[in-house]
């Protein structure tokens, strides 16, 4: 049984550090905004903040667990703090289960400023259960975390380190309908789609959000993104590296890399359809206004009827200017 000693005071240390930290905190909190607006003023033309949104989450959750976990990791193993842990009682699934729980406290703080910004500012419109939100994003961050770590495990210097992270983030987020609408890409690229796990993300948060489905409808995403974080914590246990100068295995990684393929050739074998391949409804939207504009036509009915004099009050009033005039 494995034995986290020590994960208490990591994890504290490593809050510490993010909060003293000027980069990190633009990162936590100004570059997560900066994203909302530019999205908002871009696509908001084509489509409503509600639509964007599910990707906007998405490009979020991988952003931060590549360029934050990953990119935190290389460069403490080349500051020779992990050597330092050595001497220590802490273990290897400690030092990642610490810096998986800092990276996953500050990504919801992101996610959450995100949320909070675009409903206040853009009127942002949640059709399903609002309850099942922060349930999909933590499914999506608990699958993703693990995988930012496990690119840190295997780059060998900050060198390295941040060409391996680019070629995962590009296709993670270009080809999973983040920040291309989903139904707006080639056949080929959609079928492709379903190797990737930043799609399930997509379709779960576009389930929920625009179509307005129940969290029961987003089980299968979800359990493959369960499978594929728990997954990455073993690939981390296997992969770990206390020193740069350590080799890495070639038969762990081709191992690593078989079962990644393995889990996601079955799931899109056998995965469940994205319903995201059609483009989102309208018609609620449309029911939204036209409900809006029937009740704003009744109350200036109303308005206008309760201004109108009867029949009966016109004519007495016209038989009072009579007697008047005569």
């Known amino acids: 049984m494995i034995r986290f000693r020590g994960l208490r005071e990591l994890v504290r240390a490593g809050?510490?550090?993010?909060?003293?930290?000027?980069?990190?905190?633009?990162?936590?909190?100004?570059?997560?905004?900066?994203?909302?607006?530019?999205?908002?003023?871009?696509?908001?033309?084509?489509?409503?903040?509600?639509?964007?949104?599910?990707?906007?989450?998405t490009i979020t959750i991988i952003s931060a667990?590549?360029?934050?976990?990953?990119?935190?990791?290389?460069?403490?193993?080349?500051?020779?703090?992990?050597r330092r842990y050595l001497v220590t009682p802490v273990n290897s699934a400690t030092v990642v289960a610490a810096y998986g729980i800092v990276g996953s406290v500050t990504l919801c703080l992101s996610l959450l400023l995100q949320g909070v910004a675009a409903w206040t500012v853009f009127g942002v419109d949640c059709r399903g259960p609002v309850w099942a939100l922060p349930i999909v994003l933590l499914v999506g961050i608990l699958a993703f975390a693990p995988l930012g770590l496990l690119v840190g495990s295997i780059a060998r210097d900050l060198k390295t380190a941040p060409v391996l992270t680019n070629l995962l983030f590009f296709p993670l987020m270009f080809l999973s309908g983040?920040?291309?609408?989903?139904?707006?890409?080639?056949?080929?690229?959609?079928v492709g789609a379903?190797?990737?796990?930043?799609?399930?993300?997509?379709?779960?948060l576009t389930g929920v959000m625009v179509r307005g489905e129940s969290l029961g409808a987003q089980t299968a995403p979800l359990l493959i993104l369960l499978a594929t974080g728990a997954f990455g914590v073993w690939l981390n246990a296997l992969l770990f590296r206390w020193e740069s100068t350590?080799?890495?295995?070639?038969?762990?990684?081709?191992?690593?890399?078989?079962?990644?393929l393995l889990?996601?050739?079955?799931?899109?074998?056998?995965?469940?359809?994205?319903?995201m391949v059609s483009?989102?409804?309208?018609?609620?939207?449309?029911?939204?206004?036209t409900t809006k504009a029937a009740a704003s036509g009744s109350s200036s009915a109303s308005d206008y009827g309760a201004a109108r004099p009867t029949p009966s009050v016109a004519a007495a009033t016209s038989r009072s200017e009579s007697r008047s005039a005569a």
């Open 279 to 289: 483009p989102p409804d309208k018609s609620t939207s449309a029911l939204s206004v």
């Open 15 to 57: 809050i510490l550090s993010v909060t003293r930290s000027r980069a990190a905190l633009f990162w936590t909190i100004m570059f997560p905004l900066f994203l909302l607006g530019i999205f908002g003023a871009i696509f908001s033309r084509f489509s409503t903040m509600t639509e964007i949104l599910p990707g906007l989450w």
């Open 178 to 190: 983040a920040a291309i609408p989903f139904f707006m890409l080639p056949h080929f690229v959609q």
């Open 194 to 204: 379903k190797l990737l796990p930043s799609t399930y993300v997509v379709e779960s």
């Open 246 to 260: 350590q080799p890495l295995s070639r038969q762990r990684l081709g191992l690593a890399l078989l079962g990644l």
């Open 263 to 275: 889990l996601y050739g079955i799931a899109a074998l056998v995965g469940p359809t994205l319903r």
């Open 65 to 82: 667990s590549f360029f934050g976990n990953s990119m935190i990791m290389v460069q403490e193993r080349e500051a020779g703090t992990f």
